[in-house]
Antibody, heavy 117, light 110 residues
């Protein structure tokens, strides 16, 4: 059974940092591009970033460039998103996704990041 | 990257067909056949219903179909059912090697 389990979210002050993690299981993790999408409850989803199968290439939405860094550990089937210089508008549920928008698309249940003083 | 434009709401009676549009630009929808559609019920994770403009993932009803013309993609739901009432979002690959979502459409079954 395919599983993606996010963790690492929480309450953080403006300007702070968090490291989001996503534990993958039930499929060959190293064969898939992985993605992060965020969604403010009650609003539409917003695409955040993606990373290549080998972890050497990553692409980011303009609004997170320089603040967020995506990485992966294929040996441990783990995906990460380092989020820094957090702002109130970064408050959202962050979803880890396999093969976004394609045949094998699969979403985790998300982890909530709340930025507030 | 600006969000793709969708109508805020679309409604139809059971059994009818409805179509949701998704308008982008020559840098996204018009450039690639990498348009996908997601269905989201309240409190649930988005679910893929169409990928690569017109392909259905395994397990998705053939009442869902997709198409594209120029910079506009469309999702058609035929034989509308009560369970189709949800929010729908399109998404497209872009020339920046990123993706962009649409603004979202609330489908109401009358």
């Amino acid at each position: 059974e395919v599983q993606l389990v996010e963790s690492g979210g929480g309450l953080v002050q403006p300007g702070g940092s968090l490291r989001l993690s996503c534990a993958a299981s039930g499929f060959t993790f190293s064969s898939y591009w992985m993605y992060w999408v965020r969604q403010v409850p009650g609003k539409g989803p917003v695409w955040v970033s993606r990373i290549s199968t080998d972890g050497y290439k990553a692409f980011y939405a303009d609004f997170v460039k320089g603040r967020f860094t995506m990485s992966r550990d294929n040996a441990k089937n783990m995906l990460f998103l380092q989020v820094s210089s957090l702002r109130a508008e970064d408050t959202a549920v962050y979803y880890c996704i396999r093969d976004f928008g394609d045949r094998d698309d699969f979403w985790g249940q998300g982890t909530l990041v709340a930025v507030s003083s | 990257q600006s969000a793709l434009t969708q109508p805020a709401s679309v409604s139809g009676s059971p059994g009818q067909s409805i179509t949701i549009s998704c308008t982008g630009s020559s840098s996204d929808v018009g450039r690639y056949d990498f348009v996908s559609w997601f269905q989201q019920h309240p409190g649930k994770v988005p679910k893929l219903v169409i990928y690569d403009v017109s392909n259905r993932p395994s397990g998705i009803s053939n009442r869902f179909s997709g198409s594209k013309s120029g910079n506009t993609a469309s999702l058609t739901i035929s034989g509308l059912q009560a369970e189709d009432e949800a929010d729908y979002y399109c998404a497209s690959y872009t020339t920046s090697s990123t993706y962009v979502f649409g603004t979202g459409t609330k489908v109401t079954v009358l």
